[in-house]
């Protein structure tokens, strides 16, 4: 009955999603490209993008595999949270049957699930420690469902380093033993804190010495440290180099997330060095897909093109 019931729910957001919101979608998708072709990645679009989207516009997060498509990109990265609303409404299961329905219809690959406000994975107590793993389980299930190679973690956890030294290694193992029986991956990103410290999360993956267990290196997020120890706000310390964080990251990367503010009349990103961090990924010998995550105040989908397309021309540059 149970399983019924999820799938007459994925027809009915099949059938709302392509009919009652194909007038929203058409004021928001406006690219008529449907294919790119990259010389040495493949791109993918992660959705936090699109948040504004969601949160501010009331929209809804299915839309997403249609908007990535629409936008020429070949993979789509999910964001747990844009879907808190959907997952109560609808429950669990018939959101991940609707996403996996959708991504389907619309020919994309589920690439990643970034996962957010599910606990900590470094967090110094061990009890909420061991509880964030077991929260972050039914999505390393949805993450294998979906047909995805990878979910995305946080681990904050502490500013002190000798504690977190441990207490990451312990919640990262834990989880990934778990995610292994799965063939799914766990990617810690410099996303904050201690993780935006390259040498300290390398040196924490390659304790946790599980070939599941990587990295997901973003070329923005290097604040170590925020104002009031916050996790997010006005920055006080950065990684003092972003370049060599990222050299130092891609030995274990699984991902790359192209993050991107803003952009000049020449449309280079105004903070970052496309060409230059392009160039280390290659170095490394990367493959797979980079995520274009645009995180700016112009208009979302200009900000995804303009960061796409960023991507395409410094790849010919340094070929």
């Given at each position: 009955m149970k399983k019924t019931t999820n799938l007459c729910l994925v027809i009915l957001f099949l059938v709302g999603i392509s009919c009652k919101n194909e007038t929203k979608n058409k004021e928001v998708i406006k690219d008529t490209q449907t294919e790119i072709k990259t010389p040495f990645f493949k791109l993918s679009l992660a959705q936090w993008s699109l948040h504004k989207y969601v949160n501010e516009e009331k929209k809804s997060p299915f839309h997403f595999a249609s908007q990535a498509k629409s936008m020429g990109f070949e993979g789509v990265e999910y964001v747990s949270q844009l879907y808190t609303a959907e997952i109560e409404k609808l429950g669990f299961d018939a959101v991940i049957d609707s996403l996996g329905a959708l991504s389907k219809a619309h020919k994309i690959a589920n690439?990643?699930?970034?996962?957010?406000?599910?606990?900590?994975?470094?967090?110094?107590?061990?009890?909420?420690?061991?509880?964030?793993?077991?929260?972050?389980?039914?999505?390393?299930?949805?993450?294998?469902?979906?047909?995805?190679?990878?979910?995305?973690?946080?681990?904050?956890?502490?500013?002190?380093?000798?504690?977190?030294?441990?207490?990451?290694?312990?919640?990262?193992?834990?989880?990934?033993?778990?995610?292994?029986?799965?063939?799914?991956?766990?990617?810690?990103?410099?996303?904050g804190w201690l993780s935006s410290d390259a040498d300290k999360l390398v040196k924490a993956v390659n304790d946790v010495n599980m070939d599941n267990c990587g990295t997901l290196p973003d070329f923005g997020n290097w604040c170590v440290k925020r104002k009031d120890n916050q996790r997010?706000?006005?920055?006080?310390?950065?990684?003092?180099?972003?370049?060599?964080?990222?050299?130092?990251?891609?030995?274990?990367?699984?991902?790359?997330?192209?993050?991107?503010?803003?952009?000049?009349?020449?449309?280079?990103?105004?903070?970052?060095?496309?060409?230059?961090?392009?160039?280390?990924?290659?170095?490394?010998?990367y493959k797979g897909y980079i995520g274009v995550e645009f995180e700016g105040d112009m208009d979302a989908n200009e900000g995804i093109r303009a960061t796409r397309d960023l991507l395409i021309n410094s790849t010919k540059k340094i070929n």
């Open positions: 690439v990643l699930i970034m996962i957010d406000n599910e606990g900590d994975l470094a967090n110094p107590d061990e009890a909420k420690r061991n509880e964030a793993v077991e929260k972050h389980k039914k999505w390393v299930d949805a993450a294998q469902k979906l047909g995805c190679h990878a979910i995305r973690v946080n681990t904050f956890g502490t500013n002190n380093p000798e504690i977190w030294a441990v207490t990451v290694v312990d919640g990262l193992k834990k989880l990934s033993a778990y995610a292994k029986t799965k063939n799914i991956n766990v990617l810690c990103e410099n996303h997010w706000g006005a920055c006080e310390i950065e990684y003092p180099d972003k370049y060599k964080g990222l050299e130092l990251m891609m030995p274990n990367a699984k991902g790359v997330s192209a993050k991107s503010y803003a952009f000049d009349a020449d449309g280079n990103e105004t903070t970052l060095d496309y060409t230059r961090m392009l160039q280390i990924v290659n170095k490394a010998g």
